[in-house]
């Protein structure tokens, strides 16, 4: 029969705050492991004739404390398998508080028929709220050093940050804590707390964080909490809580009345706007800009949060799902070698999800797809590329070039009959209107070929255009002139002097 398996706390500190139980436990077990030495009570239990082993061993022998755990738990339940009566397992501060080979052991040994049994103990929190001196009640989350994320972190609550193991540890929390909270926010570090002759606690600001010596197994990092607004800026939920608020019936009269509708074209503009701070390569910006397409996002998300019918969480898990489920060569066991390969993975993936839909993918337009208020440039574009995929395309760019002269002389004979009446007249500009919209195709065709994308090609253009055209106007400036006290030549005249000065449109 197994041994039974006991694992106690030993505390925070030293032997003081041991509990009555748990050193009966110690003394009295059978086999006695300890996960570390490192801890203010072994001496104690030398001096004390108790007898034990460590596992200290294995953080040499491992290449990461993940690593480390599950080398404990194994030699746990095969020293339980073999042994008999209580082996007992010791660990710092409380076996429940931020002690993974715990959590470990409670999957393994009822798999393994090894009678467990968990014991409390003082933890580091108990010495942390009292020689911190703040009282959870106020809000508070624990979180671990080795695996900190920006996204976790709540500035409204108090933060106590364990595992900071060394400096370099100390030097990934404060990267972290930077992502929401100033270079200069007060923090608190404290090693050794409630150990006589061993404590030290110092508050530095954040920018000092891994400066100071003395980390180790029983050092912690207190972030006291905050009301200050600038901190809550820094979120997602502010953003949301914002948007709530002004679409609120005390909120703006303005935001109430918007609608999807109401505010469609100012979706379109801030992503026109974002594209040009990309086009300036302007990160400051760009900065800016991507905040006014995100809240264009959150406010459609909660019109229909006001409905019932999705919030803007269901929108996040929708698309953190469809990343996963897209990039199996990623989040899944299936490979991609190359970016040609993994948007090979990325269609097969939306295909699939068709399926599931009822969607017969046989039987969809070849052009499906492509998005129907997509601007025409673009649309016309991702229409020809689409439907060459499957051979419907012209063999070589002579082609393309003979299609766009028979083009423009069909725009030029269009443009040449219109009739007399009113009505014959319309039917002339519809008609020119059409043959003008087939030349533009035609174009696209040949940029296509010529492996131009149109829109990134006009856009350049006219950026061209209004560079140029300035100069015109700086000009007139200079000579003190409107544009209607000159005359076309002159205008000319300064638009050949600006492609000298301007070839590429830069300023």
Not at 328 to 348: I, K, M, S, T, Y
């Amino acid at each position: 029969m197994a041994a039974r398996l006991t694992v106690v706390g030993l505390g925070s500190g030293d032997e003081t705050q041991l509990t009555l139980g748990i050193w009966d436990k110690l003394r009295q077990a059978d086999a006695l492991f300890l996960r570390t030495e490192q801890h203010p009570v072994t001496d104690y239990m030398k001096r004390s004739g108790v007898a034990f082993r460590s596992f200290d061993s294995l953080y040499e022998e491992q290449e990461s404390f993940d690593g480390v755990y599950a080398a404990i738990a194994d030699r746990l339940i095969e020293e339980a398998r073999s042994g008999s009566g209580e082996l007992v397992y010791a660990v710092p501060g409380h076996p429940m508080v931020a002690e993974r080979t715990t959590q470990l052991l409670k999957q393994r040994c009822p798999e393994a028929g090894i009678p467990l049994q968990i014991l409390g103990g003082e933890s580091f929190l108990d010495q942390a709220f009292v020689r911190f001196g703040f009282d959870p009640i106020e809000g508070f989350q624990l979180l671990d050093a080795t695996a900190l994320e920006a996204g976790g972190l709540n500035p409204r609550v108090h933060t106590v940050i364990a595992q900071v193991y060394d400096a370099f540890t100390a030097s990934d929390v404060k990267l972290a804590l930077m992502e929401r909270y100033p270079d200069d926010y007060p923090v608190v570090v404290g090693h050794a707390l409630g150990v006589e002759g061993q404590e030290e606690i110092q508050e530095v600001p954040l920018y000092e964080l891994d400066r100071l010596d003395g980390y180790g197994n029983l050092s912690l990092i207190w972030v006291p909490r905050s009301d200050e607004e600038t901190l809550r800026s820094r979120s997602f939920e502010r953003l949301k809580e914002i948007v709530a608020i002004l679409r609120s019936p005390d909120g703006c009269p303005w935001d109430r009345e918007q609608t999807h509708a109401s505010i469609r074209r100012n979706l379109i503009e801030e992503t026109y706007e974002v594209l040009e701070t990309i086009d300036d390569d302007d990160p400051d910006a760009m900065c800016e800009e991507l905040g006014d397409l995100l809240l264009q996002v959150v406010m459609h998300a909660q019109m229909e949060a006001e409905t019932g019918a999705f919030t803007v969480e269901d929108v996040l898990q929708g698309i953190n799902d469809k990343l996963i489920r897209r990039h199996p060569h990623v989040f899944g066991d299936r490979e991609a070698n190359d970016a040609e390969e993994a948007l090979g993975r990325w269609q097969e993936m939306k295909r699939e999800e068709k399926r599931k839909k009822g969607i017969d993918v046989e039987s969809l337009s070849v052009l499906a797809g492509v998005p129907r208020d997509l601007p025409a440039l673009m649309k016309a574009h991702q229409l020809q590329k689409k439907a060459a995929k499957v051979g419907f395309d012209w063999d070589q760019v002579a082609d393309v070039y003979a299609k766009l002269e028979e083009e423009l002389a069909e725009v030029k004979e269009a443009a040449e009959s219109a009739g007399a009446s009113e009505s014959e007249r319309d039917e002339a500009r519809a008609a020119v209107a059409g043959e003008v919209g087939d030349l533009l195709f035609a174009v696209v065709n040949l940029a296509r070929f010529l492996k131009v994308e149109p829109e990134e090609a006009l856009t350049l253009t006219n950026r061209k255009f209004v560079s140029r055209f300035s100069y015109i106007e700086e000009q007139l400036r200079l000579k003190g002139k409107r544009f209607d006290q000159t005359d076309l030549q002159e205008l000319e005249t300064y638009w050949q002097e600006a492609k000298k000065l301007r070839p590429s449109g830069g300023r």
